[in-house]
């Protein structure tokens, strides 16, 4: 075998390597951001369930961001009402590289959707700091995956060939 084939499988190796450590980080993010919205109580006394979310959890949001920034009430609670429902299966989507390209764009934009959100409280740094750093991890996903071996995609790829 020749050094150029040698160092083409290793750099090919590298990226879906880079790919799928990327793809699973914005898969987990997304889905334990999700899961977190089903969640009450800590230590031994947490709970994980839809009325959790829909009367502990998505009210305070909704208040909080009606509260302090120019969107309206009903917007709030409409997005508080319905993010944890997108986060779950949009991180799975992701995590398992199905129509990989469109997956990573949906979560990519859900990122977007609760950074506009955290931008219109007024004074956070949560936006730059966490939020921005997802969509660029994301962004790194999508230029790194057309070396997606490492998905389901991928797999079905080397299945028809």
Same mark, same amino acid.
């Given at each position: 075998?020749?050094?150029? +084939?040698?160092?083409?499988?290793? +750099?090919?190796?590298?990226?879906?390597?880079?790919?799928?450590? /990327?793809?699973?980080?914005?898969?987990?993010?997304?889905?334990?951001?999700? /899961?977190?919205?089903?969640?009450?109580?800590?230590?031994?006394?947490?709970?994980? +369930?839809?009325?959790?979310?829909? @009367?502990?959890?998505?009210?305070?949001? !909704?208040? /909080?961001?009606?509260?302090?920034?120019?969107?309206? @009430?009903?917007?709030?609670?409409?997005?508080?009402?319905?993010?944890?429902?997108? /986060?779950?299966?949009? #991180?799975?989507?992701?995590?398992?590289?199905?129509?990989? @390209?469109? #997956?990573?764009?949906?979560?990519?934009?859900?990122?977007? !959707?609760? #950074?506009?959100?955290?931008?219109?409280?007024?004074?956070?740094? @949560?936006?730059?700091?966490?939020?921005?750093?997802?969509?660029?991890?994301? !962004?790194?996903?999508?230029?790194?995956?057309? !070396?997606?071996?490492?998905?389901?995609?991928?797999?079905?790829?080397?299945?028809?060939?």
């Amino acid at each position: 075998m020749s050094d150029s +084939s040698s160092s083409n499988c290793n +750099s090919c190796c590298g990226y879906s390597f880079a790919h799928l450590l /990327l793809r699973l980080w914005v898969g987990m993010r997304l889905f334990m951001a999700g /899961l977190d919205k089903f969640r009450y109580g800590n230590g031994a006394d947490t709970t994980f +369930s839809i009325t959790n979310y829909t @009367e502990k959890k998505g009210p305070p949001i !909704a208040k /909080l961001m009606s509260t302090n920034s120019f969107m309206p @009430e009903w917007a709030c609670t409409a997005f508080a009402n319905t993010i944890g429902y997108i /986060l779950v299966p949009v #991180g799975i989507w992701v995590a398992v590289g199905i129509f990989t @390209e469109l #997956g990573l764009l949906v979560g990519g934009l859900v990122f977007l !959707a609760l #950074g506009f959100g955290l931008a219109a409280l007024p004074d956070d740094t @949560e936006v730059v700091s966490n939020i921005g750093l997802s969509i660029l991890i994301v !962004a790194a996903a999508l230029v790194t995956a057309k !070396a997606k071996n490492f998905s389901i995609d991928g797999f079905l790829a080397r299945k028809k060939a």
